[in-house]
């Protein structure tokens, strides 16, 4: 049953990417490709050219648009070389603030070319200023967009001469307060990376957390974690070569018009079954998240079926033994009472501390939100989502009260009084309602743990189809990052061993530390 819904809905959503979306503007020869780009709702343009013909083709906020054969594509072209669907341009936009990110999907047979290198099939590039996208023999593609993001960083122009293997850009493609993340490629394989930049301004302690981060990450290998491929510690700086994940996050997969809308019930079925398959391994690894939320799922891509990826662990924690952590860290709306987050949401018995069912807690508002979507418009959270205020209020918790009185939701939350009746409600399984209550649970005793969840009726009954759909479908083209091997100097320990916590080290770090 499930691995049908996923072909049927890969399917739709293959056939509503080809839909005529938008009419195509024909220029003149001499058009102005930068004029174009700015008119109302245009993210950018393409300009094609073939041998009788050039004209600016106009790529819209929240609209695919593809380049085929077949005569429901955006743009048809009928040579030989053209497969049915050949390539498609789509957007991501992570929030109001952010500059949109446009990829090129290829899905042909004979290939598409990007500046003169072949994509290959299934395989997806973020698109930069000035790019050439070509069909061979029968037609080519200028990518403009005005607006994106460079940064001219004097200290990375120095740095980037150490690391050899790799060539950063100066397009920023996200930021946060740890620094920015840049696109950048590995310079044998053309592979397109993120490359995450941690400001450490001389600061001891905050080395200290990023040092942490750097070898957790080195830790995990798993298709629903986010892959490390290289690291480098300069000076100040940490330098963090990881995969460039191009669906966006799951905040913006959910939007709908003006507000976050829920999914159907088995795609957000094999949504969390991977959340939780992440969840088992970096759990077996004594990793916990800390921070998961909505903005540190990414998705593959943007159709259903897609791989999801745990990103961000710059709070995790590496726990050892029976030890429980103590710091008041994550996204309130996210986290688990024993957290302790606000005094009237932490409860007197679990002041002891926390294990790593904070991080179970977190899957259960995540359910929650792709079973029954959010109440509030889209610009009032996206606008809250950027200045760090709670939304309890506004429709993101679970214990959201129509009267929008935060003393009555945050009461809610304390004796965790889970509305499951309304209307958004109405049609999800009563198996689904009831993994929600176990995962939404203050006592973090009676909260399921992972494997509790893997035998929970809604997704025990299905589990099969689950793997099925896991191993075929979902990680078959997933491959595991190649280890390199540690470069020490005078700056770390011979044998580049990589301390974790107490006695654990893990040895054949790739973790590299270079003098400035």
Known sequence: ??????????????????????????????????????????????????????????????????????????EVVTHSAVSNEHFTIYIVV????????????????????????????????????GDLIEIRHA????????????????VLETDRVMMTDYEISQRVIGKGTFGRVFLAANKKTSKQLACKVIETGGSVSRMAKARTEVAILERLCHPNVVSVHDTFII?????????????????????????????????????????LKALEYVHSKNVA??????????????????????????????????????????????????????????????????????????????????????????????FLR??????????????????????RIARNARECRLNLNGAAWANISRSAKDLVKRLICVNPDERFSVQQCFTHPWIGAHLSDLLSIYETKLIKDWQAPIQHHAISNGNSSGDGDVEMQGDERRKGSKRKELDT
Request: proline letters at 3%; aromatic letters at 10%.
């Open 1 to 74: 049953m499930l691995t049908n819904y996923i072909d049927d809905s890969m399917m739709k959503s293959s056939q509503q990417s080809t839909q005529a979306l938008m009419q195509v503007d024909e220029l003149p020869l001499n058009a102005s490709v930068a004029a174009s780009s700015e008119r109302d709702g245009r993210v950018a343009t393409l300009l094609l050219r073939t041998n009788n013909q050039e004209k600016i083709l106009p790529i819209y906020r929240g609209k695919q648009f593809t380049v085929g054969r077949k005569i429901t594509c955006n």
């Open 94 to 129: 992570f929030d109001e603030t952010s500059v949109p990110l446009v990829y090129c999907w290829d899905r042909s047979r004979n290939g598409t070319f990007l500046n003169g290198k072949t994509i290959g099939k299934g395989q997806r590039l973020l698109l930069s200023d």
């Open 139 to 154: 037609c080519a593609f200028t990518f403009h967009q005005s607006n994106e993001k460079m940064f001219y960083d004097s």
């Open 235 to 275: 000076g100040n700086r940490i330098y963090i070569f990881e995969d460039l994940i191009t669906g966006g996050d799951l905040f913006s997969y959910l939007i709908k018009d003006e507000t976050l809308g829920p999914v159907p019930e088995a795609e957000a079925l094999v949504i969390v079954f991977q959340i």
């Open 289 to 382: 998240h800390r921070d998961l939320k909505l903005d540190n799922i990414l998705l593959v891509s943007q159709n259903p079926g897609s791989r999801i990826v745990l990103v961000d662990f710059g709070i995790s924690k590496y726990v050892v033994g029976s030890r429980r952590m103590t710091t008041v860290v994550g996204t309130p709306e996210f986290s688990a009472p024993e957290v302790g987050f606000a005094d009237s949401l932490r409860q007197k018995n679990y002041r002891s501390g926390y294990d790593f069912k904070c991080d179970l807690w977190s899957v259960g508002i995540v359910l929650h939100i792709l079973l029954s979507g959010i109440l509030c418009t889209l610009r009032i959270f996206q």
């Open 386 to 407: 950027i200045i760090h205020k709670s939304l309890f209020c506004l429709g993101i918790s679970p214990f959201y009260d129509s009267t929008e009185n935060t003393s």
